[in-house]
């Protein structure tokens, strides 16, 4: 008699309906499994599509949980965090009510530090509203692209997207990347102003922009668990 090994089903951390026809699936930062599907389409059926595609999807968690991690915060003293790539360490002021500020390090005060997710997540989207326009003024000038308004969102899932309408979205969290990959995904977005999709015209005119641009594209992914508070 032989012994044969029963598979425990996999099964996604949500399930997003909408009017679309296809089911597709996506792997979180954190490794969870996100399954997008049509509104009627039986989870019998969804279930079964997430079994033909279990080793992609084994292959995708095991990529995710290997790439770096802050693990939890703690936002005391001596923790680091990035901004344009660079790790700064949180220092406390003692007996102080100061909010955050950056020199040699990061700085809160110390009557602050129950606050300090709050207050950095609204420091890091100050920086990206005075950092984000600025460098795709400068590369659309440099592309000859024409946004009609640049936004800065809460955005935990995509780091940006092109409107319709030519209003370009970033999320805050990109300034925790360095410069040269903050112009990576500022280009990509730019050139979905005449190419919406991502055909092998839209990637050869981001290379066309951007030579490097796989460097770049590369290292969001790797560090992109990183990129978090």
């Given at each position: ?42 989870e ?10 279990r080793t992609w ?5 095991a ?30 002021l003692?007996?102080?009510?100061a ?8 700085y ?10 709050k ?14 326009p600025v ?14 308004k ?10 940006a ?15 925790l ?42 290292w ?6 990183m990129?978090?508070?």
């Amino acid at each position: 008699m032989r012994n044969e090994t029963v598979m425990t089903p996999l099964r996604p951390d949500r399930i997003i309906r909408s009017h679309r026809r296809t089911v597709s699936l996506e792997i979180t930062p954190d490794a969870g499994l996100v399954v997008r599907a049509p509104l009627r389409a039986p989870e019998t059926w969804i279930q079964e599509i997430i079994e033909e595609k279990r080793t992609w999807i084994e292959k995708k968690v095991a990529e995710m949980k290997s790439r770096p991690d802050p693990g939890t915060r703690s936002f005391a003293a001596g923790e680091q965090f990035l901004f344009l790539g660079k790790p700064f360490a949180l220092a406390v002021l003692a007996g102080s009510d100061a909010g955050i500020t950056l020199a040699d390090r990061l700085y809160i005060g110390e009557l602050q530090l129950p606050e300090c997710k709050k207050l950095l997540q609204a420091w890091y989207t100050r920086k990206a509203a005075e950092i984000l326009p600025v460098r795709v003024a400068g590369v659309a000038a440099i592309l000859d692209y024409v946004p009609k308004k640049i936004r800065i969102t809460d955005a935990r899932r995509r780091w940006a997207s092109c409107s319709s309408t030519g209003t370009l979205s970033f999320s805050w969290r990109l300034v925790l990347a360095p410069p040269e990959v903050i112009d990576y995904v500022v280009v990509h977005e730019l050139v979905h102003l005449r190419q919406p999709d991502h055909s092998d015209r839209f990637w050869a005119k981001v290379e066309k922009a951007m030579p490097d641009y796989r460097e770049h594209r590369e290292w969001l992914r790797t560090n992109e668990r990183m990129l978090t508070l």
